[in-house]
């Protein structure tokens, strides 16, 4: 009987674990699932919106890394070579399901002449936001909820942070069209979390303007 | 609730401005507009609680996955079965 605890460290690094993987060894590809899996699985999830699908993107993600393995070149790290093999499964089943709605087709707008309330203003340190798992529950539930052409584009952009051009590219539309689209899906997020954190300040003098990164 | 304010300036300014603030906070704004975009901001409260709580949204997003939950103990159970594999190493490996 196998042993009951989970030996992760027995591949001291990648290069290690990718030996082991080279040399067929049936451990090296239990790890490479405890490993990279939950994250898979929770990229799947937010993709493809559905708790099957996303199961369905997660098994053929790893059946796909492990055949394409002889292929891997080392030019990307381990996980984004699988992060970006199980997008492109996610991105696939979205267009099976509804091949007639393209990622080019128009996405659901905000109405022109809607600005955002600015008078909420708040604070909080992106740390201790991710470990705040009702934020975290509130916000995941928020982006499952967007029209599926934001929610695919801020996922890969935000959250999975590939570039403009990169999720171009995947989604096959134009630069320009991410942006309008990350742009409408950034400040519905952002307008959910002003309700949430609910701080309203009534002089918003000399707050948080940021510079950029 | 208060309606939305923006009213130290042209609404009209504060929408053109808005639609940039994402390529401001990506770095991917011209200099020129970025000149013409702080000035507003400099004279604007509105848009600056936009632009910062706007940074945030995005900063709180990259750390979403930062540490994804521990997957369904069945959901793995069934990954591993179907690549055939031991769900757990061997005892006693290197
Ligand atoms: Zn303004």
Known sequence: ?213 | MTKPQHHHHSLERCRTLIAQLNDYLDGDLPPDLCAELEAHLAGCPDCRVVLGTLNQTVQILHTLDAVPPPLPADLEARLLARLALPSAPARGKP
């Open chain 1, 1 to 213: 009987m196998p042993g009951l605890i989970i030996n992760l460290s027995i591949y001291a690094d990648e290069a290690a674990l990718l030996a082991g993987l080279r040399r067929h060894d049936p451990d090296a590809c239990t790890c490479l699932v405890k490993r990279f899996a939950p994250l898979v699985y929770a990229r799947a999830l937010r993709l493809v919106g559905d708790p099957d699908d996303a199961e369905g993107v997660l098994q053929t993600t790893f059946i796909k890394t492990c055949d394409a393995l002889p292929n891997f070149d080392g030019a990307s790290s381990l996980g984004t070579w699988i992060y970006r093999i199980a997008t492109n499964e996610g991105l696939m089943l979205l267009r099976q399901r509804r091949p007639q709605v393209a990622f080019d087709a128009v996405a659901e707008l905000l109405p022109a002449d809607e600005l955002p309330q600015p008078n909420h203003s708040w604070t909080i340190d992106p740390g201790r936001a991710a470990l705040n798992g009702e934020l975290r529950d509130q916000l995941a539930q928020a982006i499952a909820a967007l029209p599926e052409p934001l929610r695919v584009v801020v996922t890969l952009r935000d959250i999975a942070e590939l570039s403009t051009e990169e999720t171009a590219a995947q989604l096959g539309i134009t630069p320009g069209a991410v942006k309008v689209r990350l742009h409408r899906a950034r400040l519905r997020l952002r307008d959910l979390l002003a309700g949430y954190l609910g701080f309203v300040t009534e002089d918003d003098d000399d707050q948080t303007a940021a510079p950029p990164p």
